[in-house]
């Protein structure tokens, strides 16, 4: 079992950046693959974006990608999210997720079983 803690949110004027971390409990970091999803007010969760368990293969839903960047350190079981030129559709609670599936990271919520408790994003225009 693992325990994610996220950490990074905040309010952010329209085209500047965050970073949010997402600390993982446990030894056994290595063996998930990490997804962040985001959810705004009134609208249904949906995938941002996802690493595999090595790092080498990330994936990113069409409207964030080249403004986003998910990465993972493993020495300090933590995933991020570099978060770019922000716009104020980004504006939500984010969420990471832990997949524990050897199967390659996935884009839907049901292949994840652990989640953190959230941290809000606000982007002003």
């Known amino acids: 079992q693992v325990q994610l803690v996220e950490s990074g949110g905040g309010l952010v004027q329209a085209g500047g950046s965050l970073r949010l971390s997402c600390a993982a409990s446990g030894r056994t970091f290595g063996s998930y693959a990490m997804g962040w999803f985001r959810q705004a007010p009134g609208k249904e969760r949906e995938f941002v974006a996802a690493i595999s368990r090595s790092g080498d293969s990330t994936y990113y839903r069409h409207s964030v990608k080249g403004r986003f960047t998910i990465s993972r350190d493993k020495d300090k079981n933590t995933v991020y999210l570099q978060m770019d030129s922000l716009k104020a559709e980004d504006t939500a609670v984010y969420y990471c997720?832990?997949?524990?599936?050897?199967?390659?990271?996935?884009?839907?919520?049901?292949?994840?079983?652990?989640w953190g408790q959230g941290t809000q994003v606000t982007v002003s225009s």
């Open positions: 997720a832990a997949q524990p599936s050897p199967k390659p990271a996935s884009v839907w919520e049901h292949e994840y079983d652990y």
